[in-house]
């Protein structure tokens, strides 16, 4: 059932991203008085599940979900329609409108969806506000990953500042340290401020991780996966404060202390209110207890911010500019090979992994207007058959007055869909591949 919400989700999303892009073409060749033959959600391939001609437009939905379009009556697109071409050009067609005019109808795409990002965001601030946990309120400081041990970090150290920049929320740290190759990492220890140096070639590894830290907190137990720990006499909201007669204080010590040995016994102390309590529990045979934890959100008090309609504008523009420069970041890595970001280029499955297992309305709309984002991003790149490859050939006639050929647009297409086809197919290849990693 997770699978499926998720699947939904995405799909919903990803339809809603499409007419709108799309509409964005519609809208400005109507403007111009550009025939639009074709409006789709989704690919016809060969057939089409639903189809209405109405006026010179035939609206319909396809059965292949890998994106929608339109066909606009006079232009080389991936219908690849050479037989109109050969026609003298029609008052109605694409190619024989001024070059300004065609340039803002391929861009008519990417401009609703950057704009719809930021409509979102608007959107969410006014609605839900804006919760988070502050630095200054996790007060143990973090537990890392084994990488960032690596270089020197130790568990409870408090993070203060990347290359110089004050850090406000916990949950961007990972973001940063990734995204903007942070070289000094500024921590707090045993009330001693230190400089810790990020080696070269850091990057590539932290990539590959789903997350780098977590707020340091007890172990106090939350719930249980099976009924060994409840039979040795654990309930929930017990604290784990001691393993085999050595005292603990933290989830990360704990996970140490017992190192994930499969078929184990081990003699836990616990706090139960001002009880202490003497156990005797194992592991099974993968090294689990078999119970859940509390974890950070339940220790630390979050800031809830709320903003009025006309406060949310201006917190909604911000959030979507930073997320778009975010985005160019993360895209300018795929080109340094020495980031191996390219290992982490996923498809639909990757995609479909950053909803939700329930359905969350806040989450469900900040996740599309992330992707809207993406989808303007990536349809503005310069490759042929992507909206970016007709502006970068409009430009090229706009500065130099001389229109590229027909049979040159043909080829460049026909490169460009290779290229795209090529990169959807290794993404979604990575994808296959990182389900039997894990």
């Known amino acids: ?117 930021l409509l979102i965001y608007i959107l969410v601030f006014f609605r839900w506000g804006e919760e988070y946990v502050p630095v200054d309120r996790i007060e143990y400081g973090y537990q890392f990953e084994q990488e960032l041990l690596d270089f020197g970090l130790l568990n409870g150290d408090k993070i203060l500042a990347l290359d110089g920049v004050e850090v406000d929320r916990w949950i961007a740290i990972h973001h940063d340290i990734v995204v903007n190759e942070t070289q000094i990492i500024q921590v707090e220890r045993e009330d001693k401020l230190m400089d810790i140096h990020v080696p070269e070639g850091m990057t590539s590894k932290l990539l590959k991780l789903e997350y780098v830290m977590q707020p340091r907190v007890p172990c106090e137990v939350a719930g249980f996966t099976d009924n060994r720990m409840a039979q040795a006499g654990v309930e929930v909201n017990d604290r784990v404060i001691g393993v085999n007669g050595t005292s603990i204080q933290f989830y990360d010590e704990f996970v140490d202390m017992t190192r994930k040995e499969a078929n184990t016994s081990f003699d836990l102390t616990l706090l139960r209110g001002t009880d202490t309590i003497q156990v005797t529990t194992s592991t099974d045979e993968i090294g689990f207890f078999g119970f859940s934890r509390k974890l950070y959100n339940e220790f630390f008090e979050t800031v809830v911010v709320k903003y009025s309609f006309f406060q949310s504008i201006p917190a909604g523009i911000n959030r979507g500019f930073d997320i778009t420069k975010s985005y160019l970041k993360q895209l300018k890595m795929l080109f340094k090979p020495e980031t191996k970001a390219y290992e982490e280029l996923g498809g639909f499955i990757k995609i479909g992994s950053i909803f939700p297992s329930t359905w969350d309305w806040e989450r469900f709309w900040n996740m599309t207007a992330f992707l809207s984002i993406i989808l303007a991003i990536m349809n503005i790149l310069p490759i042929p058959a992507l909206d970016g490859g007709h502006v970068m050939f409009l430009m090229f006639e706009i500065i130099t007055g001389r229109k590229p050929g027909d049979k040159f647009m043909e080829y460049a297409q026909i490169v460009g869909m290779v290229l795209l086809l090529s990169l959807l197919l290794y993404a979604n290849l990575n994808d296959i591949i990182g389900l039997f990693k894990n």
């Open 1 to 117: 059932m997770d699978v499926l919400i998720k699947i939904a989700q995405l799909l919903v999303s990803l339809s809603i991203l499409i007419v709108l892009h799309e509409m964005g073409h519609f809208v400005l060749a109507r403007i111009f008085k550009v025939r639009v033959e074709k409006f789709y959600l989704f690919f016809d391939a060969g057939f089409s599940l639903f189809k209405k001609k109405i006026g010179d437009t035939e609206y319909g939905i396809g059965w292949l979900p890998l994106g929608g379009y339109v066909k606009i009556s006079g232009m080389i697109d991936e219908s690849m329609d050479r037989e109109q071409m050969k026609k003298p050009a029609q008052p109605w067609e694409f190619r024989s409108k001024r070059a300004w005019q065609r340039l803002l109808i391929m861009l008519g795409g990417v401009i609703v969806n950057f704009l719809l990002a």
